[in-house]
Structures are given as C-alpha cells and as structure tokens.
Nanobody, 124 residues
C-alpha cells in the first residue's frame, strides 16, 4: 500500500489550500481515509476523516467549518480543502487509510497506512 500526499505550500493567513492524497495497493472505496497533522514539538493530531462507502465525515473542533475532507473513489484520491487558514494550522499534514472504519478514528494508532507528509505553512 502506498499513499502519496501533495499540495502543501506557503500561504498567508486567510488563504485556502487543497491537499490531495493518492492511494494504491488497496481497495480504496472500502477504505476509510483520514488527515492528521504534526506541528514542531507537538504530537500528531487528528484533523478529519471520511468513512468508506457512505462518505460520512468527522472533523476536529479546531478545523470544523474551515476544512472539508472528500474523496474520489474513481481516482483513488483523498482531498482536504482548507479555507480561512490560520498560522496555528502550520504543520506537516499526513494522509492515512485503513480498511473499513474504527470508532477511534481520531487516534493515529488505529490507522494502518500512512503517506509521507506535506508541509503547510501559514504566515500571519
């Protein structure tokens, strides 16, 4: 299984940015997808997740209303649309996948597959 995240960059506060994550080696439409992030000196934290099949979504409180997670099963791709970005959103963003869903979706240990991160830097 390989996950490849891309789309990070340097933006200003208030800007938007869209991350993508392309998956291979797994049955994508049967896999849940997630985004986590890790800022320097901090632990990896949950950002958003989307269920397999029905596409139900979950968000952390810190990004709810600003970020949107989505998926395109035909392209085996997971997305994270980020709007109204804040300096505190600065982090390395990681995409993750797992077969089916887990009730502890917010806990990184329950995700089986990870992509290499993509850096997002938001300047004030």
């Amino acid at each position: 299984v390989q996950l490849q995240a891309y789309g990070g960059g340097l933006v200003q506060a208030g800007d938007s940015l869209k991350l993508s994550c392309t998956a291979s080696g797994l049955t994508f439409f049967r896999s849940s997808g997630g985004w986590f992030r890790q800022a320097p000196g901090k632990e990896r934290e949950f950002v958003a997740a989307i269920r397999e099949m029905n596409g139900a979504t979950r968000y952390s409180d810190s990004v709810k209303g600003r970020f949107t997670i989505s998926r395109d099963n035909a392209k085996n791709t997971l997305y994270l649309q980020m709007s109204s970005l804040k300096p505190e959103d600065t982090a390395v963003y990681y995409c993750a996948a797992r077969n089916n869903w887990h009730v502890h979706y917010y806990d990184a240990q329950y995700w089986n597959y990870w992509g290499e991160g993509t850096q997002v830097t938001v300047s004030s």
